[in-house]
């Protein structure tokens, strides 16, 4: 690509972007991400960039903080004033925790959306919530407010698992906040969970998964526990209070996860997520997975415009404070080369169930999906039709199989 820039440049103090990003921009949909880094407290295994009261300090608060979204989008509205696309697909409110600021900020900064941008008809919003944080109240509010999806993050129907994780909600909260969403008119409801905790047993996950079915959600996300650096989680496994998460207890709790949404009538449609039609897909999600462009609001956030990617100071105070200064608040960019967009496509679209186009693959590449194909990693019918798809054995092995691709 022409002018490539040195990963990680500094971004120009209004935002502009690069010609060559702009003129494709949206061609392959748009979407808008918004952070919200407030937490109530800090679970014990995350490192996103949140915040409680106590760590925020000076200069940043959850009541200014809409002002502060509503400055970015007029910024971005002048940087995409030329290239404008031409609707808003998707909207994804996460953090954090979205649901602690009010339902009426939520909807301000919806609405902020909508006029900078214009929102599609048939637009998904969503926004995460822990359970503990919305109430049949604050859920019609924010269902009037124009939101679709929400997502609630269970993680577990173990109170012993929930208390490793450090989660604040009760094990029954999160069905309940389900059904509430579900009353209220939410066309789709997302159940997160988390499996591979040190301390769970299978019929803990079992029981997990049973809560989930039963809750009538028409999607689930299940992910293997990670040990992030810095978190307190990583310092009690180095300390040996905790075990460090099994591989092999991993992969038999995504096999149980597998079977019980097939048996309950969900499918796979991303290697960690199911939906029980096409509809209930996380399409937001999809449009990451798929190469289009969004542009991310609040601090941390990460966009992407054709080709170019870039990300926003961390810490709230300085991001209300570059915005108040009339600056952008992105700390740094980097447009993707040709080899690194084709090794980003085989990543993310190899964990699809419809797959990678063989077609974009080289040589070398065919070779490494042909002994996939033979190892019984990848579909054979979708194979013979030029497609790879993982098997659920090659979802096990996804990491590997993408490393065989790109050799």
Not at 81 to 101: A, I, Q, S, W, Y
Not at 259 to 279: C, Q
Request: aromatic share 6%; hydrophobic share 45%.
């Amino acid at each position: 690509m022409p002018g490539v820039l040195p990963a990680g440049e500094t971004i120009p103090v209004d935002g502009s972007l690069p010609a060559t990003a702009l003129t494709s921009s949206g061609t392959r949909g748009f979407g808008v991400y918004l952070h919200v880094p407030f937490c109530a407290s800090r679970c014990g295994y995350c490192d996103f960039n949140t915040y409680t009261a106590a760590e925020l300090g000076g200069g940043a608060s959850r009541e200014e903080y809409v002002e502060a979204i509503l400055a970015e989008l007029a910024l971005a509205a002048r940087v995409l004033r030329e290239h404008r696309p031409p609707r808003v697909d998707t909207v994804f409110v996460g953090g954090g925790t979205p649901t602690l600021l009010p339902a009426t900020d939520l909807a301000r900064i919806l609405d902020g959306i909508d006029r900078t941008w214009g929102l599609a008809a048939d637009a998904e919003v969503t926004t995460e919530a822990n359970p503990e944080s919305v109430t049949p109240r604050s859920l019609a509010a924010l269902r009037a407010a124009g939101y679709t999806r929400i997502s609630l993050g269970m993680q577990s129907a173990s109170p012993g698992v929930l208390a490793v994780l450090d989660r604040q909600h009760s094990a029954g909260r999160a069905v309940a906040a389900a059904q509430e969403a579900r009353d209220v008119g939410f066309e789709h409801v997302n159940l997160d969970l988390i499996y591979a905790t040190p301390g769970e047993s299978a019929a803990d996950f079992a029981a997990s998964l049973d809560q989930a079915i039963i809750a009538g959600v028409d999607h689930v996300s299940a992910y293997a526990l990670i040990v992030e650096e810095g978190t307190r989680l990583a310092a009690q496994v180095r300390r040996g209070e905790l075990a460090y998460p099994c591989d092999d207890v991993a992969a038999d709790r995504y096999l149980a996860a597998e079977a019980a949404l097939d048996a309950a009538g969900f499918s796979w449609y991303e290697v960690s997520n199911w939906a029980r039609t096409p509809a209930a897909r996380c399409r937001h999600n999809l449009l990451y997975w798929t190469g289009g462009d969004w542009w991310g609001l609040g601090p941390g956030a990460h966009s992407h415009i054709g080709g170019v990617r870039w990300w926003n100071v961390k810490h709230p105070a300085t991001y209300a404070q570059r915005l108040a200064a009339g600056a952008s608040p992105g700390l740094a960019r980097e447009v993707l080369t040709a080899d690194e967009a084709h090794t980003e496509e085989v990543m993310l679209r190899l964990r699809l169930a419809d797959g990678l186009p063989l077609e974009v693959l080289g040589s070398a590449g065919r070779a490494g999906a042909d002994r996939a194909r033979t190892a019984g990693l990848l579909v054979e019918s979708a194979y013979a039709a030029g497609r790879a798809v993982l098997t659920l054995r090659g979802r096990l092995l996804a990491d590997a199989v993408v490393r065989d691709l790109l050799a």
